[in-house]
């Protein structure tokens, strides 16, 4: 995810998602029996049976000369009129901090926080029937980490793992990081009931390769369960996957103890010639294993792909990356989630490199999507509000279609 382009393109979403849903598999086994016992004791949210979501980081609306109260008014209008049901709310940056109120330990509050943007935003989207999820990085936090430096994941040379705008990757060795960091989702949760989720955004231990986690904390833990292994090697990768693995079960339950609902938004990574690559592959490179994720009875309900072309037209620069790919990632994402959870599939109005995708463009990958089997999309970002550039204007060939 990065910063937005000066257009926000939202109303493609709406048409383009008409599909039903795939239900859930049969639960099976007792610990999946046992999973949903505890979830039958909850009222969770209802998930649309078409999502039409959109992604808000409160980063970029400073300067807009608006409070927290106006902003929230102008955005839920605008979404409501094109037809969005579901807002991903970025609710606290990893570096500086919160936009919404809180006192929990480590936390810091930034000047969106200390006005109560979240809480703006969620009076402002209930009568508008607009869903809002709290998207945050997961297990990343400068002000833990300030705190507590020996909960910093670590490359080979002892320096944080820190990565362009990522920064404050937690180290998942450590068990102390884990407990406070469900205390932090705990505190967001009970703070705002009326959220109908969190979204796990992006998790990895690293992005690709072995450059972490080297920490003491995590090197400690695998010596323990793997005497004589190699930091680094083989085993050490497949131990490091099922840490963020066993980690995101722990944040799963958490959530739905709270009886919200839990999305996981990851990057489906995209071979050269096209294809995504096979599950296992992402697992032993950036340590998501899509299949543990999934095949887990604490399974997040919705899995956010982000199957972003000009991110691999970037990269490759393979004639194959244009919009009409994101169908064909669509339907390769389909058999890989194969029903496990819903899939929603997240497109971006941003440039990568030297590639930017025109408004055309945009509408081109959500119909792709769409036409795939697509009855979940995600369009990143909705943060530019000027009149010259309407939503509508972009989106209008498929709104009626949609609603």
């Not at 971006?348 to 769409?370: C, H, I, K, M, Y």
Request: charged share 15%.
């Amino acid at each position: 995810m990065r910063a937005p382009l000066t257009v926000t393109l939202l109303t493609a979403l709406l048409a383009a998602c008409s599909q039903t849903p795939t239900p859930a598999p049969d639960v099976t086994g007792s610990a999946e029996g046992l999973a949903a016992q505890a979830r039958s004791t909850c009222r969770l949210p209802a998930i649309p049976s078409v999502i039409r979501a959109v992604r808000f980081d409160p980063s970029y609306a400073y300067g807009l000369g608006l409070d927290a109260t106006q902003l929230s008014a102008q955005l839920v209008d605008a979404w409501a009129r094109e037809g969005v049901n579901t807002a991903y709310v970025l609710v606290y940056n990893p570096t500086y901090g919160a936009r919404y109120r809180t006192t929990y330990a480590n936390n810091v509050v930034e000047s969106w926080g200390q006005q109560d943007l979240l809480g703006a935003l969620l009076t402002a989207a209930a009568p508008r029937g607009i869903q809002v999820i709290a998207w945050v990085y997961d297990f990343r936090h400068a002000g833990a980490l300030a705190a507590n430096p020996d909960w910093t994941s670590r490359r080979a040379d002892g320096q944080g793992y820190e990565e362009s705008f990522d920064r404050a990757f937690m180290t998942l060795g450590s068990s102390a990081a884990e407990t406070w960091y469900q205390g932090f989702l705990k505190d967001l949760l009970t703070r705002y009931p009326a959220l109908s989720g969190v979204d796990l955004a992006e998790p990895v231990v690293n992005w690709w390769g072995a450059q972490a986690d080297y920490s003491a904390a995590s090197t400690a833990a695998f010596q323990k369960a793997y005497p004589g292994q190699t930091v680094g090697g083989d085993t050490w990768r497949t131990w490091r996957a099922a840490q963020l693995s066993a980690h995101l079960a722990r944040s799963a339950r958490t959530v739905r103890s709270l009886c919200k609902r839990v999305h996981v938004t990851t990057t489906l990574t995209a071979a050269p010639d096209g294809t995504l690559m096979p599950p296992a592959t992402v697992a032993r490179e950036t340590g998501f294993d899509l299949n543990a994720v999934l095949g887990s009875a604490d399974r997040p309900d919705v899995l956010n792909a982000e199957l972003i072309w000009q991110q691999w037209k970037a990269q490759y620069g393979a004639a194959v990356f244009t919009p009409d790919w994101t169908g064909a990632a669509t339907r390769q994402a389909l058999a890989q989630v194969a029903g496990r959870a819903r899939l929603a599939v997240h497109v971006e109005t941003t440039p990568f490199g030297a590639v930017v995708p025109s408004d055309a463009d945009t509408q081109a990958a959500l119909r792709a999507a769409s036409a795939a089997g697509a009855s979940a999309l995600d369009v990143y970002d909705s943060t530019v509000l000027d009149s010259s550039s309407p939503w509508a204007s972009v989106y209008a060939p498929l709104t009626a279609q949609a609603r």
